[in-house]
């Protein structure tokens, strides 16, 4: 961020503040890229747990999968994040602390991811990713109920509720064959349907 874009998203964020009004969360376009990404790759795994016979292949189609998601996910975050550092209210304390939260939430999901892996990887447990979905719609609601409370986004609770309640259900049927599929549709209600709540209102760059 330039000196002059510092100075003006300064200069927007007094005008909130005089104005008595918050900044508007700036994070919907990371929400819809995640929920999207996310949702094709729980269907990608459920495709492979539901119609590949179980063998050493899985852990190479798995890792593959998983690996392609990290990495498209990491270009992804990287250009969104340019992008919001240009709009206006980014330096404000609710977009600060709604950074904060979702990336101690990435940090929880990595250690999760990992852990996985490396107990497929130790034992030869292929089952062992079928924890993460529930896991991870907990964190998802957990952080945007935060990221709520902080903003005074009363909009994103109903999506936070929600996806607290996908991941009490997807841990209950964790190794059903059919999971990853019921997973798919609930990332984009629980990640891309409040993102775009959050795209509409946005201020301009």
């Known amino acids: 961020m330039s000196r002059d874009e510092a100075l003006a998203d300064l200069a927007y964020v ?11 969360l700036l ?5 819809v890229g995640w929920g999207v990404l ?10 492979i747990v539901n119609t590949v016979p179980q063998s050493q292949d899985w852990g190479l189609m798995l890792g593959g999968l998983w690996g392609g998601f990290g990495l498209l996910g990491g270009l ?4 969104l994040q340019r992008r919001m ?13 709604d950074q904060a939260i979702w990336t101690g939430a990435t940090l929880i999901l990595v250690s999760l991811a990992l852990g996985a892996i490396g107990h497929m990887a130790f034992t030869g447990d292929y089952t062992a990713p079928n924890f993460i979905p529930g896991a991870s719609f907990a964190v998802y609601g957990g952080a945007m109920m935060a990221s709520s409370m902080v903003a005074e986004e ?34 984009l209600l629980a990640l891309a ?13």
């Open 154 to 187: 009363k909009a994103l609770q109903p999506f936070a509720l929600f996806s607290v309640a996908a991941g009490l259900c997807l841990s209950i049927g964790a190794d059903h064959p059919w999971m990853y599929f019921a997973a798919a549709p609930a990332a």
């Open 193 to 205: 349907a409040p993102g775009l709540v959050l795209l509409r209102q946005e201020p301009r760059a």
């Open 85 to 97: 550092q240009r709009r206006p209210g980014s330096a404000a304390v609710s977009n600060r602390a």
């Open 76 to 79: 992804m975050s990287t250009a």
């Open 27 to 31: 994070g919907g376009a990371h929400l």
């Open 38 to 47: 996310v949702s094709a790759a729980f269907v990608g795994h459920g495709v």
């Open 14 to 24: 007094r005008t909130l503040a005089e104005e008595g009004r918050k900044a508007p």
